[in-house]
């Protein structure tokens, strides 16, 4: 080759290399370099944390110095109560029956014995959550927990967190597994206030822990993941679903590491533990207002377990005048009627209230019962019962809101007809109904107005097929009632067979009172810690139903308490409300509101064992009535609570058609039609002849739950009865209301 090739040849080569080597961006980024970094990395970091384990100390153990009182205060800063010291007793393991330490490790660490006591995976994922925002991390040790609760805190920080990891690996070094197996187990927080398993297997089960059993023991390690909501006594039908399948997660696990033989596991059943016991110190409504506003805070954005942890200030819209004279009128309506020590009858009787401001949604006042300490269950905010008639103003205001018309296309209105027969087969339904009215009796041809003063069951029957079950299902939960179980869409919702609590009906007739804007009870004024956020999530208010649906409405409630079933509940101001007794008078309510006030009082049945049992023979002879003792507290209550400003507020309504007095103020043989209306469809038999019954406060028949017959080719089914709505008015029994 000469020598011409060779210089050729040399140029070739070099543009090659020229051209092979990276330029521009692509030059910082070849892999030998991004390894050199990625190493670099790694050995920073891991010089970064060598560095910060010498300088971490293990500090001295700061958990009961964590624990501090909680402060509650009436609106006007008064202190309603604090919280006492930490429930807490700390037993050794050997106090610990073997196979519940299992349980404990089964549940949050099965590596627990062979581990160093970090999981850098979890604790990775619990960094980045913490940085993004996403809430508490997942995946910690049961070193790290121990070390969370005994030596740091609960906060949600980065430098939290590694703090956590240095001292878990050093601890793990320092102390054997026994002893911090018996730390966490003992410092943990179990909810109901127990802190450790002596003070939980005294809350939950009333026995030392000692004495606890494996089915036991696996659900009080369940408890750990949530103690809140998975509390037997107050959890959802979801949240006892999560915590069965918690157990079960817990008893698997051990089989699967030889802890527990599977034919044991095979035959262990869910033990129900038993309903909580109020805290000394929680006496009287206490204990009911500290329990709903720390429920409250937790709605809100701040945790049980930052609760417990104590520091807070909590101000409560609670107003100590209106609560003084709320519990004043339940004993002197009810309490010095009741002989609960010798009368076992009179024990089943249960009240339950609360009272919100319509403008705010305030809870300005509330019952839970006799005492937190004898009636551990607040019966202001249970929903177990149905809430009966004081449903249908909510089956009225979804008609008006929905522009719904009668079988007939007549547009429902406060003067629109419709047949008040008694066991009246609904129609244009699929499901068959036949409800029967109040003592069997039949009204003939009545306005709605007249209907809704008098609480006629076959009325709201037929309205709820016409504006339609779901719509009116859609309507109640926009207004704040709660979905669950046991609420089909089906006619027989009108009548109120879904579960609602004084709460929940206080802020759907708030609304109403409200014109329509919803309004949701709001206990926690404000709550202030020294170290943690306080600010607590808002809610937005929207127009439920529209203002002259929710006008109108109110117009014809006003007629209730004028002339219909609530006349206890009339005084020196204007008010609007609706009475209500469910299925075999299982419980009683007068729910209503004056332009200032809105309260809702309820008389429950319940024997000792929690079952819902009858109010009849109980607060007096017969049914106890809607219009009865429910609204003579009420009347009482916001006689006391108004002063003379509020108690001469005049509602301001924009009725597009005021109710008319009806022509047919008393039943008839057959049914009327006046000429300005036009009637709906009627049943397709004639209404026998019954002889004119007068309702009294103490009706001589009580309903019962069984079926009734109804002569039709289609099978009916009878709904529960709305038998206790008292008096059915007089001969102008509808006020005359202006647009």
Same mark, same amino acid.
């Given at each position: 080759?000469?020598?011409?090739?060779?210089? %050729?040849?040399?140029?070739?080569?070099?543009?090659?290399?020229?051209?092979?080597?990276?330029?521009?961006?692509?030059? +910082?980024?070849?892999?030998?370099?991004?390894?050199?970094?990625?190493?670099?990395?790694?050995?920073?970091? !891991?010089?970064?944390?060598?560095?910060?384990?010498? !300088?971490?100390?293990?500090?001295?153990?700061?958990?009961?110095?964590?624990?501090?009182?909680?402060?509650?205060?009436?609106?006007?800063?008064?202190?309603?109560?604090? &919280?006492?010291?930490?429930?807490?007793?700390?037993?050794?393991?050997?106090?610990?029956?073997?196979?519940?330490?299992?349980?404990?490790?089964?549940?949050?660490?099965?590596?627990?014995?062979?581990?160093?006591?970090?999981?850098?995976?979890?604790?990775?994922?619990?960094?980045?959550?913490?940085?993004?925002?996403?809430?508490?991390?997942?995946?910690? @040790?049961? &070193?790290?927990?121990?070390?969370?609760?005994?030596?740091?805190?609960?906060?949600?920080?980065?430098?939290?967190?590694?703090?956590?990891?240095?001292?878990?690996?050093?601890?793990?070094?320092?102390?054997?597994?026994?002893?911090?197996?018996?730390?966490?187990?003992?410092?943990?927080?179990?909810?109901?206030?127990?802190?450790?398993?002596?003070?939980?297997?005294?809350?939950?089960?009333?026995?030392?822990?000692?004495?606890?059993?494996?089915?036991?023991?696996?659900?009080?390690?369940?408890?750990?993941?949530?103690?809140?909501?998975?509390?037997?006594?107050?959890?959802?039908?979801?949240?006892?679903?999560?915590?069965?399948?918690?157990?079960?997660?817990?008893?698997?696990? !051990?089989?699967?590491?030889?802890?527990?033989?599977?034919?044991?596991?095979?035959?262990?059943? +869910?033990?129900?533990?038993?309903?909580?016991?109020?805290?000394?110190?929680?006496?009287?409504?206490?204990?009911?207002?500290?329990?709903?506003?720390?429920?409250?805070?937790?709605?809100?954005?701040?945790?049980?377990?930052?609760?417990?942890?104590?520091?807070?200030?909590?101000?409560?819209?609670?107003?100590?005048?209106?609560?003084?004279?709320?519990?004043?009128?339940?004993?002197?309506?009810?309490?010095?009627?009741?002989?609960?020590?010798?009368?076992?009858? $009179?024990?089943?009787?249960?009240?339950?209230?609360?009272?919100?401001?319509?403008?705010?949604?305030?809870?300005?006042?509330?019952?839970?019962?006799?005492?937190?300490?004898?009636?551990?269950?607040?019966?202001?905010?249970?929903?177990?019962?149905?809430?009966?008639?004081?449903?249908?103003?909510?089956?009225?205001?979804?008609?008006?809101?929905?522009?719904?018309?009668?079988?007939?296309?007549?547009?429902?209105?406060?003067?629109?007809?419709?047949?008040?027969?008694?066991?009246?087969?609904?129609?244009?339904?699929?499901?068959? +109904?036949?409800?029967?009215?109040?003592?069997?009796?039949?009204?003939?041809?009545?306005?709605?107005?007249?209907?809704?003063?008098?609480?006629?069951?076959?009325? +709201?029957?037929?309205?709820?097929?016409?504006?339609?079950?779901?719509?009116?299902?859609? @309507?109640?939960?926009?207004?704040?009632?709660?979905?669950?179980?046991?609420?089909?869409?089906?006619?027989?919702?009108?009548?109120?067979?879904?579960?609602?609590?004084?709460?929940?009906?206080?802020?759907?007739?708030?609304?109403?009172?409200?014109?329509?804007?919803?309004?949701?009870?709001?206990?926690?004024?404000?709550?202030?810690?020294?170290?943690?956020?306080?600010?607590?999530?808002?809610?937005?208010?929207?127009?439920?139903?529209?203002?002259?649906?929710?006008?109108?409405?109110?117009?014809? !409630?006003?007629?209730?308490?004028?002339?219909?079933?609530?006349?206890?509940?009339?005084?020196?101001?204007?008010?609007?409300?609706?009475?209500?007794?469910? =299925?075999?008078?299982?419980?009683?309510?007068?729910?209503?509101?004056?332009?200032?006030?809105?309260?809702?009082?309820?008389?429950?049945?319940? $024997?000792?064992?929690?079952?819902?049992?009858?109010?009849?023979?109980?607060?007096?002879?017969?049914?106890?009535?809607?219009?009865?003792?429910?609204?003579?507290?009420?009347?009482?209550?916001?006689?006391?609570?108004? $002063?003379?400003?509020?108690?001469?507020? =005049?509602?301001?309504?924009?009725?597009?058609?005021?109710?008319?007095?009806?022509?047919?103020?008393?039943? &008839?043989?057959?049914?009327?039609?006046?000429?300005? %209306? @036009?009637?709906?469809?009627?049943?397709?038999?004639?209404?026998?002849?019954?002889?004119?019954?007068?309702?009294?406060?103490?009706?001589?028949?009580?309903?019962?739950?069984?079926?009734?017959?109804?002569?039709?080719?289609?099978?009916?089914?009878?709904?529960?009865?709305?038998?206790?709505?008292?008096?059915?008015?007089?001969?102008?029994?509808?006020?005359?209301?202006?647009?």
């Amino acid at each position: 080759m000469g020598r011409a090739d060779e210089r %050729q040849a040399r140029q070739r080569g070099a543009r090659r290399a020229k051209k092979a080597k990276p330029t521009g961006i692509r030059r +910082f980024f070849t892999w030998r370099k991004l390894l050199g970094t990625f190493f670099g990395l790694c050995l920073l970091v !891991m010089g970064a944390f060598f560095v910060i384990y010498l !300088m971490v100390p293990v500090p001295e153990a700061n958990a009961q110095a964590e624990m501090q009182s909680n402060v509650y205060k009436f609106s006007n800063g008064k202190i309603l109560t604090r &919280t006492g010291k930490i429930n807490r007793e700390i037993v050794g393991l050997d106090n610990i029956p073997k196979d519940v330490q299992d349980t404990f490790v089964a549940a949050e660490n099965k590596s627990f014995y062979k581990d160093s006591g970090v999981d850098f995976k979890g604790t990775a994922r619990g960094l980045m959550n913490t940085l993004t925002g996403k809430g508490k991390q997942g995946g910690s @040790t049961i &070193t790290q927990q121990y070390v969370k609760n005994y030596y740091l805190n609960q906060d949600q920080t980065v430098t939290r967190k590694l703090k956590e990891l240095v001292i878990s690996l050093k601890v793990d070094q320092k102390k054997g597994k026994k002893e911090i197996l018996a730390g966490y187990i003992n410092t943990s927080y179990y909810g109901r206030g127990a802190y450790g398993i002596q003070a939980a297997a005294q809350a939950y089960y009333r026995k030392d822990a000692k004495n606890l059993n494996v089915a036991e023991g696996a659900y009080l390690a369940a408890l750990l993941q949530a103690p809140s909501q998975y509390d037997w006594a107050v959890a959802s039908e979801s949240g006892k679903k999560l915590v069965k399948e918690r157990w079960n997660y817990v008893l698997d696990n !051990m089989v699967e590491e030889d802890w527990l033989e599977s034919g044991k596991r095979t035959g262990l059943k +869910f033990p129900a533990p038993k309903p909580p016991k109020a805290a000394p110190g929680m006496e009287g409504q206490t204990g009911y207002l500290v329990d709903a506003a720390n429920a409250e805070l937790e709605r809100r954005g701040i945790s049980e377990e930052e609760i417990k942890a104590g520091g807070w200030t909590i101000t409560l819209n609670i107003d100590e005048k209106r609560q003084k004279q709320m519990v004043k009128s339940v004993n002197k309506q009810l309490e010095e009627r009741l002989d609960r020590k010798k009368d076992k009858a $009179d024990a089943t009787v249960q009240a339950g209230a609360t009272s919100v401001d319509p403008k705010t949604g305030h809870v300005v006042a509330l019952y839970g019962g006799v005492g937190a300490t004898e009636h551990w269950l607040s019966n202001a905010t249970r929903r177990d019962y149905q809430p009966a008639s004081t449903f249908k103003p909510v089956v009225l205001a979804s008609a008006l809101e929905n522009g719904a018309e009668t079988q007939d296309g007549v547009k429902i209105g406060l003067n629109t007809k419709y047949d008040g027969t008694s066991k009246r087969p609904v129609e244009g339904s699929d499901v068959p +109904f036949a409800p029967e009215n109040e003592d069997d009796r039949d009204y003939g041809m009545v306005s709605v107005q007249r209907a809704t003063n008098s609480s006629i069951n076959s009325v +709201f029957a037929q309205m709820i097929v016409d504006v339609t079950p779901a719509k009116a299902k859609g @309507t109640a939960l926009a207004m704040g009632m709660k979905d669950g179980k046991g609420w089909p869409e089906q006619p027989a919702m009108s009548l109120g067979t879904m579960g609602a609590s004084t709460w929940d009906m206080a802020g759907v007739y708030a609304t109403l009172d409200n014109h329509g804007k919803h309004v949701t009870p709001i206990i926690v004024k404000s709550a202030e810690h020294q170290v943690r956020d306080g600010s607590l999530k808002t809610y937005e208010i929207d127009q439920a139903v529209s203002r002259e649906a929710a006008d109108t409405t109110t117009a014809a !409630m006003t007629g209730v308490v004028k002339s219909g079933s609530g006349t206890n509940a009339a005084g020196d101001y204007q008010a609007a409300g609706k009475t209500g007794t469910s =299925e075999n008078n299982r419980s009683a309510w007068f729910v209503g509101y004056t332009p200032e006030l809105v309260t809702a009082v309820a008389l429950f049945g319940e $024997d000792p064992k929690g079952g819902q049992v009858t109010l009849t023979d109980t607060v007096n002879e017969g049914r106890a009535n809607g219009g009865g003792v429910p609204a003579k507290i009420w009347q009482q209550y916001t006689t006391g609570a108004l $002063d003379d400003e509020a108690a001469a507020a =005049e509602f301001d309504l924009e009725v597009e058609e005021g109710a008319t007095a009806d022509p047919d103020p008393t039943p &008839t043989d057959t049914p009327s039609q006046t000429p300005s %209306q @036009t009637p709906s469809k009627g049943p397709t038999k004639t209404p026998t002849k019954k002889p004119t019954k007068t309702p009294t406060d103490k009706p001589t028949k009580t309903p019962t739950d069984e079926p009734t017959q109804t002569p039709t080719d289609t099978p009916t089914i009878t709904p529960p009865t709305d038998p206790g709505d008292g008096d059915s008015g007089g001969p102008n029994a509808n006020p005359v209301i202006k647009p």
